[in-house]
């Protein structure tokens, strides 16, 4: 396959989710109440397009961060899609305005560029995009928030049918295209699960921790970017230099397909949106700590299985040249008698 293919198998698949996801938000324009949701998907366009920029032209790290921040300040000045608070994390409530609009920006292209990197194998963006869409748009229907609700749940069944062709092995791709567009809905979606569900606390569908309820739905592009990132610094290398280090990474190299590494990282992103819903009465006082700590847990249990696995298939490399050098020695007294 040269080149060409493999750029316009990257692009395809994300036109085709983003276009698939406008077509429901159009025959359900009866149900939105106000030009919110339109005026969402026109600024998300920004950002298809720097990911079909990416995929076709390729752009350096800094130009795909500009139209990144430009699509987010829209977002966030115009749509005013921001957070309002601090949520009372470590007891504070109000900010600033410009504390507001930093902190939003930063979650917004931490988000983006988190469901960015996690896109390394086939199935995994498009599994993890459909778990969290899932929750975000049964939550806001729930709440009667109907807007936000089709925009998660449009996206889910676009999600869907790209997965279809995504398992492995994949047909199409969703490049930088796809999960640009993706992790900055997601990072929209969340911004306004966190300032809804604090504002809407006390009612019957409401959870006790916003931000630690966001978290634990978007865990796996999370953690892995922020565990990523610390190794690297702790090596001496740019966060932003890529390397084969990352969770679905390291399951292959134990011997997963990619078919089982998805599995199984899917499997854990559930169970912490299962823990979330357990959760669903307690702060974030709680909910946060929780999440920290099977986060921590789960990652040297990981840890701890590869560097074992790399020790195993060291000693069998070791037994194995040791073989080779007695077979060889025995060939040499052979020949010379």
Known sequence: MNNSDIQIRSTLGGLAIFFGSLVSIVF???????????????????????GLTKDTL?????????????????????????????????????????VSYLLSLFTVIVITNAY???????????????????FFGIYFYLNGQIGFALIALSLSGALLAFLNYNWAPSKIFMG??????????????AIRFIDFNHTNAGSEFA??????????VLILPLADTFRVFVKRVLRGKSPMHPDRTHVHHILLRLGC???QATGILVTVNIIFVLLALVLKDFSDAVVIPSILVTVIALGTILDLIFKS?????????????????????????????
């Open 207 to 216: 959870f006790g921790g916003s931000i630690g309820t966001a978290v634990a």
């Open 309 to 337: 696995a790399i020790e195993k298939r060291k000693e069998e490399l070791r037994e194995r040249n040791r073989a080779s050098r007695e077979e060889a020695k025995v060939i040499s007294i052979r020949n010379s008698g």
């Open 176 to 189: 930088d295209t796809g999960s640009l567009f993706i992790g900055f809905f997601l990072s929209i979606l």
């Open 58 to 98: 390729k752009l350096n790290t800094y130009q795909k961060l500009i139209g990144q921040v430009a699509a987010a300040m829209i977002i966030i000045a115009v749509c005013d899609i921001r957070f309002t608070s601090l949520y009372n994390l470590f007891g504070i409530t109000e900010v600033p305005i410009a």
């Open 28 to 50: 359900s324009l009866d149900n939105i109440e106000d030009g919110q949701t339109l005026n969402l998907y026109t600024t998300s366009f920004i950002v298809l397009l720097v």
């Open 116 to 134: 960015n990197l996690i896109d390394g194998i086939d199935g995994l963006s498009g599994s993890v995009g459909i778990i969290s869409t899932l």
């Open 257 to 259: 397909n990619h078919a």
